[in-house]
């Protein structure tokens, strides 16, 4: 079902063209979802918007790492749905090439019991089920139309994650001495879903990340790092005094430079170097943090959303604000987590941000900081992801 | 993806053409599942044979009440797929116009961790997932492509299984004391899921059905009943010492009269009336019984096939054998449950048997026990459904 429900902001893209089509050969598809209808709208430059609404509520949307699949969770449904973006990674050998297809609606993915941690890591996802305590693998390389799901449960129902490593899994293992609170460990299991050593602390555990071959996990008082290539073992970093008061509970990874980042208590953001001993910064901003993330093209380059409305860059390395924009009106963080707060992500270099109370979907530059091209989006967008690239011309 | 594998057995088709056309107004669509191959194949008198081979594993089939819906249990692939049987019954106030149309394959219905006992009730589907522990509840009438699914999840895993009753459930609860055994009780779930009186001692449930409102399970020393008008009581009839040693694991209810049969040990089948203090009768077998059912157009009629091939006509109220015939080649019991044994259903006034190592489906008259017809079926054809009926000419 298509349905034409928006144009493109066409004197704010007349302004913009230039720079929006630096590269005539990227392309970029824009997969948002609606913080009150079960609907994803999916825009691109030079097409018509299109509508998929065979969603059982709003969902939290997530994309394969290779991008080419798109899943919409949707938690009190117990169901998680599938769509092609039409992104195509043609393998070349030495290099693959993008093509961009049309997008396709698949359907049902999973079903299961309060689906919320979705982490796609390599050619695999886990999703957590947190009203079973268990959760459900898929070889999303080997997704078809008889794909099969591969299961893992913990001994109780929580608000658990697990990272999917081919022939292991890390998973939080749920608090028995308090059910419905924070898990407080995380067990390494085998391929035949065997523990393997000791569960290892993690005391009321939110928030996961993985940068190359490490993931970390947010714990109350600390991050505990696993190195991929040894399982055997784990590293515990504590918070530094100097970084006051709270904790992390939101993580992200780099994708070029092994490094990470986090939420701290309402205003800061930290970021990880988990080698050795570790080491952390911190950037304290004047209004609470709204979200946050690493570039996933430069690592050494953050951005944060404030509640001021403000949008910075940041050096990562050394936790400086290097530059500070009016990006959305400001966020009233009185509201619970699931209100319609604006949300950000990345697309080659430009950050897309929708602002759900502003129907708006904007495009700001990661290098001048400027909005660049404000598109307007029926609805109150919200969840937002990015799939594209510099498409192939041979 | 249709593929031609088979021909009707055209010399004993020609022969018995007169007796399976009897109704000319009458068709029946038959579904099969391999024991080997991950496929079902469609059957249909005048139809090219339709294969549907986007499953996961070779799947138990199962048919919503109406008839419209078929859904493919794949255990260990962790996932129920569905298909629309073509048939379609149209509301004329006083009475259903019946309508067949081309079956559809549909694809994914359900995902989780070990899907077991899969309880058609009314118009609702409780898929016990024995994984996990928990079942997934869906209201199969507004099945569509944004379908919720509702989620019970009990204290352990274990092999279970629910009843779903629009605003009631009846739920094993897990072995606390013994885990990895079979349940030993029923709890009653409100629709929110709260447990309403105690819990209803059921030893070593295995089986369960319904006829009329009357919901039955059987226990290791007799049958626990509730009745759906009431559910705050429950009634046990153990078993008379009569009927010797055993126990039934496998029940199956009148669709015409309120009325149970089972299997009892190796030999025998047992027949109960559930009303008041409960009266049991069985019949002894010479041989270990394959499978018994209640004729769904006669619950006055039992069919049971016995591992000496031979298939028997059964005055249910009276317990007595009225015919039997050979149908098909004997049967080794020692082989395992899930070994390539023959299996029946029901199709009108005929019985239609599949008998896996001879690759045929036989089609059966219920009223003469007379094989009428014996249609070739590649691959091991083992677990069916049918569907069909009186065709509307209005």
């Known amino acids: 079902m298509k349905k034409k429900i928006l144009a493109f902001g066409v004197s704010t893209f007349a302004l913009m063209a230039g720079a929006v089509n630096a590269s005539a050969d990227e392309a970029w598809r824009y997969f948002i979802g609606d913080h009150e209808k079960a609907q994803i709208t999916v825009i691109e430059q030079g097409n018509d ?33 599938v769509a092609e973006t039409g992104l195509h990674v043609e393998d070349h050998g030495d290099h693959g090439d993008l093509h961009l297809e049309a997008p396709a609606w698949q359907g049902l993915f999973l079903t299961g019991a309060r689906p919320t941690h979705f982490v796609l890591h390599g050619d695999e996802v886990a999703a957590f089920m947190d009203g079973t305590g268990s959760v459900a693998k898929v070889d999303v390389s080997a997704f078809d139309d008889a794909f099969e799901v591969n299961y893992t449960v913990t001994d ?28 407080n460990h995380v067990q390494v299991l085998d391929k035949d879903g065997e523990q393997l050593g000791d569960l290892h602390e993690c005391k009321g555990l939110h928030g996961e990340a993985s940068s190359m071959h490490k993931i970390a996990f947010a714990c109350i008082d600390g991050i505990l790092v696993f190195d991929e290539d040894d399982l055997s073992k784990s590293a515990f970093l504590p918070y530094l005094e100097e970084l006051g008061e709270g904790r992390s509970g939101r993580l992200d990874g780099g994708k070029t430079v092994q490094f990470f980042a986090g939420n ?8 990880i170097d988990v080698e050795g001993e570790g080491s952390f910064t911190s950037v304290q901003f004047e209004a609470p943090l709204v979200s946050g993330y690493l570039n996933p093209a430069n690592s050494g380059e953050a951005f944060a959303h404030t509640a001021d409305g403000k949008l910075h860059k940041i050096d990562a390395f050394s936790a400086k604000i290097v530059a500070s924009i009016d990006a959305t009106a400001p966020v009233d963080m009185e509201q619970p987590w699931y209100a319609p707060r604006p949300n950000f992500t990345f697309a080659g270099d430009h950050i897309a941000l929708v602002e759900p109370l502003a129907n ?4 700001i530059s990661t290098d001048e900081l400027a ?4 598109i307007d989006v029926a609805g109150k967008p919200y969840s937002i992801v990015a799939a594209g690239g510099h498409l192939s011309d041979h």
Do not use: C
């Open 156 to 183: 109780a129902p929580h608000h658990g994650v697990a990272v999917p490593l081919h022939d292991h899994m890390l998973i939080t293992a749920p608090n028995m001495e308090e059910p419905g609170s924070l898990p």
């Open 371 to 374: 909005v660049l091209e404000v």
């Open 49 to 81: 918007p299109i509508v998929w609404d065979q969603l059982a509520e709003p969902a939290r949307l997530h994309l394969s790492e290779d991008g080419e699949l798109l899943f919409a969770v949707q938690r009190s449904k117990g169901r998680v749905d």
């Open 360 to 363: 708006a979907l904007k495009l």
């Open 264 to 271: 701290f208590g309402k205003d800061k953001m930290i970021f």
